[in-house]
């Protein structure tokens, strides 16, 4: 009976090692990352984040050409896109910087704002999303957030920096 027991033991044993010894590295080509940073699913062609970075370029091209109309229903469109991308992975930062932004220039800044936050919490000292959250603390006359931001910024020593500080210089 002792025999059974310790076998029983020694195998289960065995059997957690196994297991955790996989988890912490299941494949020799991806030490360190153990797939958590593999987000080349967003890249793929039907993939809803790839067809809303389309529609986003597009409405930035409309933008720059003052077609409005044309850019509000691409970003509407783009819009979608990402909402569908960041129900199959919300905890994606581009997809977080992206609906943040998207919202931003569909002037929908309680939105944006929330977003942007969230993308905040996954790489809190992104230079270019702190700039972004800084320009809408601004339009939205939150002056003292927007100095947070650049305070974040101040770090980097980047153009984000020297951008978001000449317009907060400049705001009335």
């Known amino acids: 009976m002792k025999k059974i027991i310790c076998l029983t033991i020694i195998f289960l044993l065995f059997t ?3 297991t955790f010894s996989f988890e912490s590295n299941p494949d020799p080509n991806d030490i360190g990352k153990g797939g958590a940073e593999d987000h080349s699913f967003l890249e793929a062609k039907n993939s809803n984040f790839k067809k809303g970075k389309d529609a986003l370029k597009q409405a930035l091209k409309l933008k720059k ?3 409005e109309k044309k850019a509000d229903k691409r970003l509407e469109k783009a819009l979608n896109y990402f909402i569908l991308a960041y129900k199959n992975s919300p905890e994606n930062f581009e997809v977080l910087n992206n609906l943040g932004f998207t919202y931003y220039l569909l002037e929908d800044f309680m939105m944006s704002e929330i977003y942007y936050n969230e993308a905040l919490l996954l790489d809190p000292k992104n230079p270019m999303l ?4 800084g320009y809408l603390y601004l339009k939205t006359k939150k002056v003292k957030l927007a100095k947070e931001r650049l305070d974040v910024l101040s770090l980097c ?5 020297s951008d978001l500080k000449s317009s907060i210089a400049s705001f009335k």
């Open 65 to 67: 050409k003052k077609k």
């Open 130 to 133: 702190n700039k972004r959250l």
């Open 157 to 161: 020593k980047c153009d984000e920096f």
């Open 16 to 18: 957690i090692q196994l």
